[in-house]
């Protein structure tokens, strides 16, 4: 079945750093693939996404492009900052089951000033 | 626009009673909603999935009887917890796509901090 593998973390860099976060993924057919970010204490939120391979998705200096060749969505910012510690999902559409998402383990990233 | 509000945010309770957590699309119409949970450090377990107007599909291993869910309206599902245990104290997290587009986004709500003492 589909599935979702997230490099484990916490990840610690410090800020200004280079960031990627791996993100690979079993399907069928051409899901659609989403980074969300969930912030202490709060719900999650779509950082971007991509609908369709070689698509880009990017919001707040987040990058990730959508490589069907090696099934990946790697996250990626230039210059991170403190501000961007949070647990970050990878996520992609179940097509066979009423709009579900499957979800990868959650990577915690942790910005030291 | 696309929010999702729930309520209350936090809710403390004694063991045995019924907790009722509220989540509402503010700006569109939620056809599916759906309903995780969350252990700290851990990753959201989807619980069940409810669209408007029919009973909600629950996971394996999720007691329907326990967790009562009812979507009886495009803006509204609520999840209550029946005879609540010490077990049942968790991150309740639900979440909405709008009906009208064929996208797979979801929505989600601020989330639900429950404490069963």
């Known amino acids: 079945g589909n599935s979702v593998t997230q490099m484990e973390g916490p990840v610690t860099l410090s800020e200004e750093a280079f960031l990627t976060i791996n993100c690979t993924y079993t399907?069928?057919?051409?899901?659609?693939l989403f980074w969300y970010v969930q912030y202490p204490g709060e719900g999650l939120q779509l950082l971007l996404k991509?609908?369709?391979a070689d698509d880009k998705g990017s919001n707040k200096g987040f990058e990730a492009t959508y490589r069907k060749e090696t099934t990946s969505f790697h996250l990626e910012k230039g210059s991170v900052q403190v501000s961007d510690s949070a647990v970050y999902f990878c996520?992609?559409?179940?097509?066979?089951?009423?709009?579900?998402?499957?979800w990868g383990a959650g990577t915690k990233l942790i910005i030291k000033p | 626009g696309a929010v999702v509000s729930q309520h209350p945010s936090r809710v403390i309770c004694k063991s045995g009673t019924s907790v009722k957590i509220e989540c509402r699309s503010l700006?569109?119409?939620?056809?599916?909603m759906f309903w995780y949970r969350q252990f700290p450090k851990q990753s959201l377990m989807l619980m069940a999935t409810?669209?408007?107007?029919?009973?909600?599909?629950?996971e394996q291993g999720v007691e329907k009887d326990k967790f009562l869910i009812n979507h009886a309206s495009l803006t509204l599902s609520t999840l209550t917890v029946t005879s609540a245990h010490p077990e049942d104290s968790s991150f309740y997290i639900c979440?909405?796509?709008?009906?009208?587009?064929?996208?797979?986004?979801?929505?989600f709500g601020p989330g639900t901090r429950l404490t069963v003492t």
């Open positions: 979440s909405a796509r709008d009906g009208t587009t064929y996208s797979y986004e979801q929505y």
């Open positions: 700006d569109f119409q939620a056809t599916t």
């Open positions: 996520a992609l559409s179940d097509q066979g089951s009423n709009y579900q998402l499957i």
């Open positions: 399907a069928t057919g051409y899901p659609s």
């Open positions: 991509a609908t369709k």
């Open positions: 409810s669209n408007e107007g029919s009973k909600a599909t629950y």
